[in-house]
């Protein structure tokens, strides 16, 4: 068990972190968070976790740049779990107007921001791959999503993070052909599609063995 008794875990990132957070009393959202939430305070209620969610619809490396000392640093975490990066490629795509967050500025955003949160010397950092543009492994959308799922594998072992290997999980499932679909458009999660972002992440954590 990676965790502590009491310890503070963020979660932030864009619309498939925030799922909804607003509306909900306990400010988890209906996503991966709150199934992270649940299965943690369930299994191991003794530790009395703080499960914190600032996701965003909408947001980018960039945005959470903008924010990160209020909706981060200031919660004063022991861990930092982060999922950006579906945005920037998507904003590529749909909007060639707006300033593009290509993956060499995504890189040096995304580092100037885990370097801050490493000052604190008992902060850790949880760093989830970027999931799918699409249900198809060779969509261009995943081509272009690629690069910054490389990115964030170098970050994790830059800073010393817990790699959440989502894209990969995401693709491995696809490639199983179940018939079952994990987003409602090819990028936003179904339950199922949280759900393997949630047990990715514990088996990531250690947490979770299960195959």
Known sequence: MPFKAKDKIVFIGDSITDKGRRKDPLKLGTGYVRILHDFLTAAYPALSLKIINEGISGNRVTDLEKRWMFD??????????????????????????????????????????LAQTKKPPDCRLILMQPTVMKEDPDSAGNRLVRPYVETVNRLAEEFDAVLVPTHEAFLEFIRCETGQDLTTDGVHMTSLGDTLMAVTWLKAMGIYGGK
Request: proline share 7%; glycine share 4%.
């Open 72 to 113: 981060v640093l200031d919660h004063r975490p022991q861990w930092v779990s982060v999922s950006i990066g579906i945005n920037d490629v998507w904003r590529r795509l749909d909007s060639p107007d707006l300033e593009q967050v290509y993956p060499e500025r995504f890189e040096a955003v995304y580092r100037g921001l």
